[in-house]
């Protein structure tokens, strides 16, 4: 009886896949790629609530709804408490986690009599402020427990954490997680090769089906598919692979212009470099063509920021002419 209890746990991957080993077992010989990866947003996608600032951020907000609910914030050992009130009803429940570095947003999920829950509320960076969690609608909340936010499945909150983190289990089963986008999640389990290291050992992609595995790709998207659905341009691999930049040179993926290791760069001279590799004739081009000087950046008029969510911005990775 033993024996096959613990085959079906290994085989459903209760106890994590074997031969995860995490990503301090990497630094040692890889210390520069670790120092960059570890203080980037993919290393923060998710954290233990714990031990973040937000309990500290939240609790200095007096949120009230129109509809009399009214939510308090406290940090408490495990997390953040969030207490909810409309009369004298009154819920109280823990949000255990934190999703999203906060570059732009963090969501909390907690649990309440078992179930996750994606909270209500989250913060948005651009408004400086908590808000709306995106899809949650803009009804008022029928009661406190409504407004603690949407109860989510085992397997969509299995997801949840499987894109925003490593080593995570079916179940969801966060025993053996590391939290946050590191090493093991896009290099794969990393033991043998912390042994014995060589190339046969551990996986490198340089593909994009990698990076679309959690910022998604579509299928028959079509030729525009920002004007099919304007929130497209949030799955950046959708835009990419229509574009004729990557159709037509049969070599661009994401790494052409962005480093897995750390965010991406804000400076117009370091996509300029990659754009003018493949287009020599640019700084010619954009002095005839596209009628600018040499010192302009291409992105305004080539890949345009726009902002299909409230609070979220996002680039146009369809590359084209506007
Ligand atoms: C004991 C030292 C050591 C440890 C620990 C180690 N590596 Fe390596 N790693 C190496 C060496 C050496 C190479 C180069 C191997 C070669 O060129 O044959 C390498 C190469 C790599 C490569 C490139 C493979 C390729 O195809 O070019 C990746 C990716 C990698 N390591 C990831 C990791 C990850 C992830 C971890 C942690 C789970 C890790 N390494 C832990 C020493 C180590
Ligand atoms: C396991 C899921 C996952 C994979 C695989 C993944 N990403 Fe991400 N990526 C995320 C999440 C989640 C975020 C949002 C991080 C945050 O909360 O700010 C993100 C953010 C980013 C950002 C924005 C960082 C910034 O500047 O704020 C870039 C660029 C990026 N990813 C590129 C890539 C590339 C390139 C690949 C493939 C090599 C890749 N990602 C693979 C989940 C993933
Ligand atoms: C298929 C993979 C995937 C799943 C499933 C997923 N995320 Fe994400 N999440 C991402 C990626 C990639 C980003 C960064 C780019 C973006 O915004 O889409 C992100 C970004 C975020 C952000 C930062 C705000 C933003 O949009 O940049 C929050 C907060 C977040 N996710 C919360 C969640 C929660 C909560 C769930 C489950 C209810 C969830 N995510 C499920 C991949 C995923
Ligand atoms: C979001 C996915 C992602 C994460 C997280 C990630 N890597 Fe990588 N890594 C890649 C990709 C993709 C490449 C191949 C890049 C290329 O070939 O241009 C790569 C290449 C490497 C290489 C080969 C040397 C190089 O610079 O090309 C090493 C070593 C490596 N990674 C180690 C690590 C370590 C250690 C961590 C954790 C601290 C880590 N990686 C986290 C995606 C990732
Ligand atoms: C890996 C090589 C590569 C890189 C990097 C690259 N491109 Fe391209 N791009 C191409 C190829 C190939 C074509 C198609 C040329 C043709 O059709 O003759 C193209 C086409 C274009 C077009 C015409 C698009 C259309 O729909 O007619 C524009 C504009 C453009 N690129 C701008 C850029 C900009 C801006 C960058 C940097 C952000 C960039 N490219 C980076 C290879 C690349
Ligand atoms: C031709 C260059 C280029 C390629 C290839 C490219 N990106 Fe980007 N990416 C950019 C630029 C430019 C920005 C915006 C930088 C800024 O804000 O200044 C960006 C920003 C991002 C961001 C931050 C959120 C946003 O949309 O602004 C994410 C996430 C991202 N890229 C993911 C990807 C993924 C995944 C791929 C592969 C499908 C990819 N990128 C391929 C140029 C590129
Ligand atoms: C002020 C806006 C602007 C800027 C800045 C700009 N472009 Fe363009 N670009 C255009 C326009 C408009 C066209 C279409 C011109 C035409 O069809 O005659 C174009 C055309 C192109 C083409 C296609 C040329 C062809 O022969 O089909 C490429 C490639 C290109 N640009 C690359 C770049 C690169 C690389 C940069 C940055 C060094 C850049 N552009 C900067 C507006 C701009």
Not at 215 to 229: C, I, K, N
Not at 268 to 289: E, I, K, L, M, N
Request: charged share 20%.
């Amino acid at each position: 009886m033993r024996r096959v209890l613990l085959f079906t746990m290994l085989a459903s991957g209760a106890w994590g896949a074997p031969g995860y080993k995490g990503s301090a077992a990497c630094k040692s010989c890889h210390a520069e790629i670790s120092a960059r990866q570890e203080a980037s947003h993919h290393a923060g996608a998710l954290r233990p609530m714990a031990a973040t600032e937000w309990p500290e951020r939240l609790a200095e907000t007096d949120l009230r709804e129109r509809s009399g609910i009214a939510y308090r914030y406290a940090r408490v050992r495990e997390g953040l408490r969030v207490t909810i009130t409309q009369g004298p009803r009154t819920l109280e429940a823990l949000l255990e986690w934190a999703f999203g570095s906060g570059a732009q947003a963090m969501t909390p999920v907690g649990r309440y009599q078992g179930a996750y829950f994606e909270h209500r509320i989250s913060y948005y960076r651009s408004a400086d402020h908590p808000g709306r969690t995106i899809g949650h609608g803009g009804a008022p909340a029928a009661d406190p427990l409504a407004a603690f936010g949407v109860k989510q499945d085992a397997t969509t909150i299995a997801r949840c954490f499987g894109c925003h983190a490593t080593n995570v289990g079916p179940g969801p089963e966060l025993r053996e997680m590391e939290a946050g986008v590191r090493c093991e999640r896009c290099h794969g389990p990393g033991q043998a090769h912390g042994s014995r290291p060589a190339k046969e050992n551990i996986r490198r992609t340089k593909g994009m089906d990698l990076c679309a595995e959690c910022h998604r790709q579509q299928d028959g998207a079509g030729a525009t598919p920002e004007v099919a659905d304007p929130s497209s341009v949030r799955f950046q691999p959708v835009g990419l692979s229509v574009s004729r930049c990557f159709t037509k040179s049969g070599t661009m993926t994401c790494v052409t212009c962005h480093d897995p290791h750390q965010n991406a760069r804000r400076d117009a001279d370091h996509y300029r470099t990659v754009c003018q590799g493949c287009h020599p004739g640019a700084p010619v081009a954009a002095a005839s063509a596209c009628g600018r000087g040499k010192a302009e950046s291409c992105l305004p008029c080539h890949m345009r920021a726009s902002s299909p969510l409230q609070n979220l911005r996002f680039t146009d990775h369809r590359i084209r002419i506007y």
